[in-house]
């Protein structure tokens, strides 16, 4: 068998496996956390993250754990989403948005200015955090003074699991597959090994890109050519509607 095909056969069996993982266990959205924030920061150090973003563990185990919300799901998604804090995409990191999401009234998911510029990482961290809450329909969303500017009531309960955010966060079906994926990997201390999708994007998220959808025109961030990255590469591909 040639190289190419070897690697083509190789990237198809693991993104199978990915799936077959998925469809025999769900990822719960809401919870409390199976490991602590040193772990996670661990994680983001053995994939090559920024120090910002290893720096941002704590925060969100204090912000997600205070809304009933496993934080490593929104960490994960925070590394899925920013390349590791790289903003390899639409986004820099000025904009304090770890999750691409769009203002209120929505734009072009490739125009930094249809999405929300937070005062702090606090504040960004907070959006996600209260928009994931609000996916897996946890007690007491929309909340009520909450930063996320796209706090939708029509979203409550609609993705009580990670792999129901596919074609929800993201209008790629594979979304919450690969989601649940980069969990399992902070909560078994690995590197990520995940094959990009042909089609992926370069972008970081940005929410609803549709106009009766909440969610984010984010796409996979395009894992850095160093030898780290290379094990690295995303398939979560494409524009979000969040």
């Not at 990237?11 to 993982?21: I, S």
């Not at 702090?120 to 909340?143: E, F, I, K, M």
């Not at 590197?191 to 984010?216: D, F, N, Q, V």
């Amino acid at each position: 068998m040639g190289t190419r095909a070897w690697g083509t056969a190789a990237a198809a069996a693991l993104l199978l496996a990915h799936g077959a993982a998925a469809g025999a266990a769900r990822t719960p959205i809401l919870g409390t956390p199976d490991v602590a924030p040193q772990k996670a920061a661990a994680w983001a150090q053995l994939n090559g993250a920024t120090a910002r973003f290893v720096s941002l563990a704590p925060l969100y185990w204090e912000v997600a754990e205070a809304r009933g919300v496993r934080p490593e799901v929104a960490y994960a998604q925070a590394a899925k989403e920013t390349n590791f804090g790289r903003f390899t995409g639409v986004l820099d990191a000025s904009f304090h948005n770890p999750c691409g999401l769009k203002r209120t009234r929505g734009g072009s998911n490739r125009a930094p200015a249809a999405h929300m510029r937070f005062r702090s990482w606090r504040d960004g961290v907070t959006a996600q955090v209260d928009h994931l809450a609000l996916y897996a329909g946890a007690p007491g969303y929309p909340r009520a003074g909450s930063p996320d500017p796209r706090a939708f009531a029509r979203l409550d309960g609609t993705a009580p699991t990670v792999e129901r955010l596919g074609g929800k966060w993201a209008p790629s079906r594979g979304y919450g597959t690969s989601l649940a994926y980069f969990v399992r990997t902070l909560l078994e201390l690995r590197p990520i090994h995940e094959p990009r999708s042909p089609g992926s994007l370069t972008l970081t998220s940005s929410a609803e890109s549709s106009p009766t959808t909440a969610a984010s025109s984010s796409a996979t961030a395009s894992r850095s050519r160093s030898s780290r990255a290379a094990s690295r590469r995303s398939s979560s591909g494409s524009a979000r509607r969040r």
